[in-house]
């Protein structure tokens, strides 16, 4: 019995040491484990890991009601056409929205700034959930702000296509440049950078929710695409990957907003082509029951 | 010395049980944790809780580009309109919209289904990434389906109310019935349900990945509803919580569909009120650099 003490001994402190171990260990893991999320998912843009919005959207309720308490309600005012009158209108609008493209070949000819105006006033009459309108649009026209814009896309871009996406996109030389060289940044003479607001502040500086505001932004920027194409301008819908902290850093946009799109806005330049694509008939999306 | 052996005993024995229930705990922590986080958030949409579409942006390109191998290039057809008239069209179509509402009172005067086709069309012509098209609109006539989808909405939400939300809903009793009782799903001629498709199928069967799909659609309602409004219609944006699962069965749509947004369409009632609201001005949305 006396010579099993030592061994009983050791035996303890192995298992107090194994057990300190384990705890530590567990306790690494649980805090690595967003990182080894983020690390497997390498091309996902780095701006949205913070996951400020992940949930935004989560404590809504369904309508998207503005605040409606201590607010007037008004008889809404509503203009009436008849159904010929109706039917000619939805024709039209569809044939008007049916000839926009996405294009890439943009001239650097000058558009009036009235009209920008009037495209970004189009979009904020978009519904927002619980009307908290959280949207930025950034207009850039300096010269050198859009040759700031175009490096910090191309670099990032360089990066996602070397080592961000691994072989599978390599293997696609031909396409890569094509997407890699971003020369309509230069050349549109707008860029129009869509931020969303993914919380605000109250009166107090408390956060406040902004409610399904991805959703909100991107119809925003609905309105925007139909009202330049309403208007004669082209542009090209583009996400860039990984951009937004720098791009955000760059226009000196607070650290609520993140960036949603960005769209170069110009007149197509003459040489303009586009892939000469089709879109799905009525009948393949559209169900009536 | 001997009578401490079986002191260390025990020691050893407590320690081993411990050890054991702590790897134990620690295995049931990890298995339990997206569960703990599912409901700690009792008001997120269930259906969205499956994950399937989290992060399908993630592997896209950062232009919407169609997938251009194979498809021919062709010059871009583009009507070019005078300085004059461009500043004109733009500023009829802010004024357009500008008068766009959200309206709850809806009429159940029967609409003209040439002109929701129109509408829905329009929609179709949205962008979207690689050009997947990645939506459905079903379009509910059937007054039948339409008290259906009522009764399932109100149910859910009578749960999200008073068991989901929790006190912090319950205090804003008046607020809350508003919200809860959905005249407009008898009244409304027409409920269209805007799906997204989280992923498609590829001619060999396997998944093919619709990217941005969320930021693709929402883009398309705002197309929808700027035609709606174009053509006299009104609507209401909403996004029924928790009800995705229930509407997806009962309209027959396939598991990769997500219900994104549900629009009551038809003309305002008569009585038809809104929120004496303002919108945000030009230089609180835009900032110019």
Redesign the interface.
């Known amino acids: 019995?006396?010579s099993?003490?030592p061994v009983?001994?050791a035996?303890?402190c192995i298992?107090?040491v194994?057990?300190f171990k384990?705890?530590e260990r567990?306790h690494e893991q649980r805090k690595a484990e967003p990182q080894t999320t983020a690390r497997a998912?390498p091309?996902?843009?780095e701006d949205l890991r913070d996951g400020t919005d992940l949930?935004q959207?989560?404590?809504?309720?369904?309508?998207?009601?503005?605040s409606?308490?201590n607010?007037?309600?008004?008889?809404?005012?509503?203009?009436?056409?008849s159904?010929q009158?109706?039917?000619r209108?939805?024709?039209e609008?569809?044939e008007l929205?049916?000839?926009?493209?996405?294009?890439?070949?943009i001239s650097d000819e000058q558009v009036?700034m009235?009209?920008i105006?009037?495209?970004?006033?189009?979009?904020?009459?978009?519904?927002s959930g619980a009307?908290t309108?959280p949207?930025?649009?950034?207009?850039?026209?300096?010269p050198d702000?859009k040759h700031k814009v175009r490096e910090i896309?191309e670099e990032e871009?360089e990066i996602?296509y070397r080592k961000r996406m691994g072989n599978r996109w390599v293997a696609d030389l031909k396409?890569l440049r094509?997407?890699w060289i971003k020369e309509y940044l230069d050349s549109a003479p707008i860029l129009i950078l869509i931020f969303k607001q993914v919380h605000g502040f109250t009166a107090s500086g408390k956060r406040k929710t902004h409610y399904?505001n991805?959703?909100s932004v991107?119809?925003?920027?609905?309105?925007l695409?139909?009202?330049l194409q309403?208007?004669?301008?082209?542009t090209?819908?583009?996400?860039?990957?990984n951009?937004g902290p720098r791009l955000r850093v760059l226009?000196d946009?607070p650290t609520n907003e993140k960036l949603?799109?960005l769209l170069p806005v110009g007149?197509?330049s003459k040489e303009?082509?586009?892939?000469?694509?089709r879109?799905?008939p009525?009948d393949q999306?559209?169900?009536?029951?």
Chains 1, 2 share one sequence.
């Open positions: 019995m006396f099993l003490t009983l001994v035996v303890v298992l107090i194994w057990v384990n705890a567990s998912r091309w996902v843009d949930h959207e989560e404590e809504d309720t369904d309508e998207w009601q503005e409606e308490e607010i007037d309600h008004i008889p809404l005012s509503h203009i009436r056409y159904e009158e109706m039917t209108r939805s024709q609008f569809y929205l049916n000839q926009r493209r996405s294009v890439r070949f009036p009235e009209v105006d009037n495209v970004i006033r189009a979009a904020g009459t978009a519904p009307h309108e949207w930025t649009f950034v207009v850039v026209k300096d702000v896309i871009e996602n396409k094509t997407n399904y991805e959703v991107s119809i925003a920027c609905g309105f695409l139909a009202a309403n208007a004669g301008l082209v090209v819908t583009t996400t860039p990957l951009c226009l946009r949603l799109m007149y197509p303009a082509t586009v892939p000469d694509l879109r799905k009525l999306i559209m169900v009536t029951v």
